[in-house]
């Protein structure tokens, strides 16, 4: 139990070194806007997302997936980095202040902490109990690699087809890769989401400073982020919601920074690229935050986006590939003919909209959704554009959800029952971070 | 929303104190009884998904007979028949290296299995027994 614990933080430690190695000197630049906690959460978090897929991509070409051959992986994408940033000699970006801390800075840290612990107590304590965990994400980790070999031909056998084998593989990848190769225990499962979860806190933290909030908001935010359903349920264990929350949280936040430091926006673009790897949804969320990079980028400085693309494109069009030939095809949410079922569900879209609403609005989302509303109508009225782009962002993916509790086979309700309050659940992180510009906005003005 | 900078302070602070008092309560209450403190979505689902995750434990004990990669065929008693293919979709989530060919009454198992099959009896109270390895 205990070995395999070691295992996973051995493993998280020695991803995080690589990932710092290849962002390089622009990770250390932003050390003091992010802290070392928030400087160290997006290195593991891109060097996993890296990793992860060439991973899967070396192991299609015959690598094996044995401990030695991941530790020669992980030591190599070290030594790669270091050589390339030695070479190209780049220099340390000029550092931000570290503002003063207050007797309510502090007080804010400690609520974050406690958030945290609970979080992590919780995901201890609990079994890992989540259904579509065990059938879908689960089974994929634990088989993928067998006899130190990587053999997807599972996905195709019959008793399978209900496991989603069509779904992406970036999150199981990540957990076999934390756990050296070898299928991930419960335990392991766990140990990878509580990482997953203190990233995204870290990493939230630091993004809502970037996004302009005080020190002491940007806590108090992030605390309470750590005490929503995403972290408090333990439905979302084992599940990819948290991994797709951080990603796009990593990818908002390099796109934020990279305006200033524009060394980072091919890894922008990575974090971009990684999103559909994760969730068949990160599609819509990539191209939109993409939009939103192209919407808040000056004209004439466009030549940043082809910088994004360089980053973006190598993951995309490998998962794509992985996709296309390796994926045995799913059942899509649209089978059938959806206009119709489009036609017959519109007279009882009240009904429908009222149960969603009445998910987004339960006293689990501590009041989330109506501060987003609000935040929205603030930054419409001020006309800040980086605030707008968050909330559209957001609402894209909503929109998303909706459309498909329209067309999808399944009945609607029971969809919106099971579904949408964890699928919501992995978009608070942004939308704290709308609220969080707003309340920027306001302070700028 | 005319909200002033001192005014967005308090009103963190006194967030912050509402966030306290909400992380006390449920620390207290998972120390005291950890599924007592679930949310709307465990309340709805946990109950269900536990009782079927519970198949991983059968799973568990059948994957522990078993060598990695070797094939298996479930016998089950008369008794639980009109259960197989619920038994046959379950376990081959719940075994991760071994592809489960089929659930049979026991005779019959024995009887069709593969000669590169083992052969597992999962009784009605889910113990589970090896009845003979692949050759």
């Known amino acids: ?445 | 929303m005319h909200l002033r900078q001192p005014n967005i302070n308090l009103l963190v602070v006194v967030g912050l104190l509402l966030l306290t008092l909400l992380l006390t309560t449920r620390a207290i209450a998972l120390f005291q009884n950890p599924t007592a403190l679930l949310g709307a979505r465990e309340r709805e689902f946990y109950g269900w998904a536990w009782r079927e995750g519970r198949v991983h434990e059968v799973g568990a004990a059948v994957a522990g007979l078993l060598a990695p990669g070797e094939p298996v065929v479930i016998a089950i008693d008369r008794s639980e028949l009109s259960n197989a293919s619920w038994w046959r979709f379950q376990l081959s989530y719940a075994l991760a290296q071994n592809p489960v060919l089929a659930v049979r009454p026991r005779q019959m198992a024995l009887a069709e299995a593969p000669p590169n099959a083992a052969v597992v009896s999962l009784a009605a109270d889910r113990t589970v027994t090896l009845l003979c390895h692949a050759e």
Not at chain 1, 15 to 37: D, E, M, N, Y
Not at chain 1, 292 to 320: D, N
């Open chain 1, 1 to 445: 139990m205990l070995s395999d614990l070691c295992a996973v933080l051995a493993a998280a430690a020695l991803i995080a070194l690589a990932g710092a190695s290849l962002v390089g000197p622009a990770l250390g630049a932003l050390r003091p806007l992010f802290g070392r906690l928030g400087a160290a959460a997006l290195a593991w978090f891109l060097g996993g997302a890296l990793l992860a897929s060439s991973m899967l991509a070396l192991g299609l070409a015959g690598l094996p997936i044995r401990p030695w051959s991941l530790a020669l992986l992980l030591l190599g994408a070290f030594a790669a980095g270091r050589l390339v940033h030695r070479l190209a000699g780049l220099q340390r970006l000029p550092a931000p202040l570290v503002p003063a801390r207050s007797r309510a800075h502090l007080f804010a840290r400690l609520v974050l902490v406690a958030s945290a612990a609970l979080f992590l107590a919780r995901v201890e304590v609990m079994p890992l109990w989540s259904w579509d965990h065990h059938a879908i994400w689960g089974i994929k980790a634990r088989r993928m690699a067998a006899e130190g070999r990587l053999d997807l031909a599972f996905l195709a056998t019959p008793e399978l087809k209900d496991s989603r084998p069509d779904y992406p593989l970036g999150y199981p990848a990540a957990c076999l890769l934390h756990s050296w190769g070898r299928p991930p225990s419960p335990l392991a499962f766990k140990a990878v989401h509580a990482l997953f979860g203190l990233a995204l806190l870290a990493l939230l933290a630091a993004v809502l400073r970037a996004a302009g909030c005080p020190a002491t908001l940007a806590l108090a935010l992030t605390a309470w982020a750590g005490a929503m359903p995403l972290f408090w349920d333990t439905e979302a264990v084992g599940q990819a919601e948290m991994p797709l929350a951080l990603a796009s949280v990593g990818a908002a936040a390099l796109i934020l920074l990279a305006r200033h430091h524009g060394a980072l926006w091919p890894w922008a673009g990575v974090a971009l690229g990684f999103l559909p790897w994760v969730k068949q949804e990160g599609w819509p969320l990539a191209v939109a935050l993409a939009l939103a990079a192209l919407w808040l980028t000056p004209a004439g400085k466009h030549w940043r986006l082809k910088a994004l693309a360089l980053g973006a494109f190598p993951l995309l069009l490998g998962e794509r590939l992985v996709a296309w030939f390796l994926l045995p095809p799913g059942v899509s949410f649209f089978s059938g003919d959806p206009f119709a079922r489009l036609g017959e569900r519109l007279p009882e879209a009240g009904t429908l909209l009222l149960a969603m609403a009445r998910h987004l609005a339960a006293r689990e989302t501590l009041g989330l959704w109506f501060g987003f509303a609000l935040a929205a109508t603030v930054l419409l009225r001020r006309r800040d554009r980086l605030g707008i782009a968050l909330v559209a962002v957001v609402a894209v993916q909503l929109g998303l959800y909706l459309a498909i509790t329209f067309g999808v086979y399944l009945p609607p309700l029971d969809h919106i029952r099971a579904s949408f309050p964890r699928i919501t659940a992995a978009l608070a992180p942004l939308a704290i971070l709308a609220l969080g510009r707003a309340f920027a906005a306001r302070m700028e003005a």
